[in-house]
T-cell receptor, first 114, second 112 residues
Framework: EAGVAQSPRYKIIEKRQSVAFWCNPI?????LYWYQQILGQGPKLLIQ????????DSQLPKDRFSAERLKGVDSTLKIQPAKLEDSAVYLC????????????FGSGTQLSVL | SQQGEEDPQALSIQEGENATMNCSYK?????LQWYRQNSGRGLVHLIL?????REKHSGRLRVTLDTSKKSSSLLITASRAADTASYFC????????????FGAGTQVVVTP
């Protein structure tokens, strides 16, 4: 079974620039999550999708972050404009009720904002 | 805010020894999960324990849950160098299926 795919693996940008991350979840997984993991901390949920609808985006800084999941499969997370404090690893995860509530994570995109 | 708090923050042991780490949380939960993260990689699910369970085993892993104290522990027996990683507990509340809140993690180093 293919895992959660994310790209790019690394991204370096300057502050005020924009950046986008892509995620392809495990086939058949209806729920998709974007987490932000700052160095030395645990992952923090940014947004949760169920199919192509948003379940929870309460922790998403909506003035600069946006996410979409067209057709209920792939998802993109965008930051515009980026700030220094956005430097983190952005993790995508997917799940389905059949997997007994456990999440499957991708390898993440490491973002450095200079 | 992060729901779980792991203790200790870091742990250094030798191969063959046991590693124990603890997690405390604040609100009532539906289940608690433990994940492992190798350096530069995503998280891998290790084990899930439900609020009505007190102990679970999976291979060399043993997890306990004390809902009265709002705490959990993860024991890795007979550790190996390959167990070197960060370990995170994550809690899931009854009203938020799939939405996990992670602690800051315990960094475990196992030396040969």
């Amino acid at each position: 079974e293919a895992g959660v795919a994310q790209s790019p693996r690394y991204k370096i940008i300057e502050k005020r620039q924009s950046v986008a991350f892509w995620c392809n979840p495990i086939s058949g997984h209806a729920t998709l999550y974007w987490y932000q993991q700052i160095l030395g901390q645990g992952p923090k949920l940014l947004i949760q999708f169920q199919n192509n609808g948003v379940v929870d985006d309460s922790q998403l800084p909506k003035d600069r972050f946006s996410a979409e999941r067209l057709k209920g499969v792939d998802s993109t997370l965008k930051i515009q404009p980026a700030k220094l404090e956005d430097s983190a690893v952005y993790l995508c995860a997917s799940s389905t009720r059949a997997t007994n509530e456990k999440l499957f994570f991708g390898s993440g995109t490491q973002l450095s904002v200079l | 805010s992060q729901q779980g708090e792991e203790d200790p923050q870091a742990l250094s042991i030798q191969e063959g020894e046991n590693a124990t780490m603890n997690c405390s949380y604040k609100t009532s939960i539906n289940n608690l999960q433990w994940y492992r993260q190798n350096s530069g990689r995503g998280l891998v699910h290790l084990i899930l324990i439900r609020s009505n369970e007190r102990e679970k085993h999976s291979g060399r892993l043993r997890v306990t849950l004390d809902t009265s104290k709002k705490s959990s522990s993860l024991l890795i027996t007979a550790s190996r160098a390959a167990d070197t990683a960060s370990y995170f507990c994550a809690t899931c509340r009854f009203d938020s299926w799939g939405k996990l809140q992670f602690g800051a993690g315990t960094q475990v180093v196992v030396t040969p």
